[in-house]
């Protein structure tokens, strides 16, 4: 063992980066979608009542298949060949993956720009194929990732099922119900099962990741790691089933509700938020990513908002998986990638920007979306007005700056970049 952490395997270091550069650039187009969405009128736009449903699907779809997860994979590719001393990657699978998810993307976009319904539905049908098969291609070279850290001893080998088995395996599910989506409750079982079994998983690893691997402050004993993860999967799938349940008249809507808050706050819980407020705040407080730590309790918020009966379906299909994508789920994986590249630059802990600004608008952001959903009219008949242009603001403002990081940290970064991450080796330990 003392053997590889000298000589970790490396020849993948770095090819996070163009991952990231394909992430920061796909935003763009993304928020000019959501715009032309929000201002134009066609069969599809936010200013219909139909398909509305279909267009939250593409949408979210287009997030976690793609921008989003161009940063998950940029970090699976530079971090796990090194923490698992293995050659499962090569820059062919990156590549591959970079090509096709950006294809796939431009696909959705292209058709959503149509304002042809027919051809938008079959663009983002061909766009969602390719995004299902980019991340489809990482599940071999993942698998035996996992299983040459298994056959080697080392522990973290289990993370590599993430990018082998869950995200390949949701990706499908979510193609599957677009595709069936006439069967009455496919498409909000599809809905629910990206955001809640993919996204969710993921979010919840990278916390755990964070705070347990990488600054060692053991909030979960890694021997429960796995149980964590495992129970937050159980119960994600319960809800699934229950919207699908739901939407054929055969549970009440209670339930549903009641099974969609279970598995967020089971993820607040079983990271002992507690302990980790020990740390993070007082005279005492120990570095660490502030975005991630926020995604944390963000579980907790939208686990309460779960609960919260009569809120305008007119307005989100579903507020509290809204709220969880622009908080959690962003900000995880946000935070995990800017921590990586300022590992890279060898960039004290103490000294990283604790990203304040991102952090207000999130918080913005997520207060227009419970008002909206929740019918606060603080500001009388002009309530829907406000909030809209506080959602808009917050939702261009958090990603526009979170554009600049990327590309002040990857492009014009003066730092000196380095191949070995800092403090590597506590990822294996």
Known sequence: MADKLKHPFSGLS??????FTSSMVMTV???????WLSYTESEYSFRQENYRLEIAFILTALITLGWLMSMVVGITFDLFPITHNSKAYTHTHSNQYLLINIIGQLLIIGGIFTNDLQLMLEMATVGLVLLCWGVVTIA?????????????????????????????GSALVILACWIFRQNTGFLDFGFSFNVVVMMGTIALSLILAHFNRRLSWGLVKFTDFRPVVAIYLVLA???CFSVLMYERGQVTENLAN????LPFLWAFISTRPMKMLRYAIGKDAKPHSTLIGSAQWYFLVAGVMALIPNFDEGKFTNISYVTLIFSTAMLSIWGSGVYLHRDHLHQSIHNRSKLYKLLTFNVIGVASLFMIGFKVTIFGDNSDLV???????????????MVIILFKDLILSMDTWHRMPMHYERYIS
């Open 29 to 35: 187009p993304f928020m000019l979608a959501v715009s």
């Open 387 to 401: 909030y809209f242009f506080m959602r808009n603001f917050a939702l261009l403002s958090m990603m526009g700056y």
């Open 140 to 168: 071999w070279p993942s698998w035996k990732l996992h299983l040459s850290a298994m056959s080697n001893g080392i522990n973290c080998g289990n993370i590599a099922l993430i990018p082998a088995l869950l995200i390949p």
């Open 237 to 239: 799938l319960i809800h």
């Open 258 to 261: 009641v099974t969609q808050s």
């Open 14 to 19: 770095g090819s996070y980066v163009p991952h």
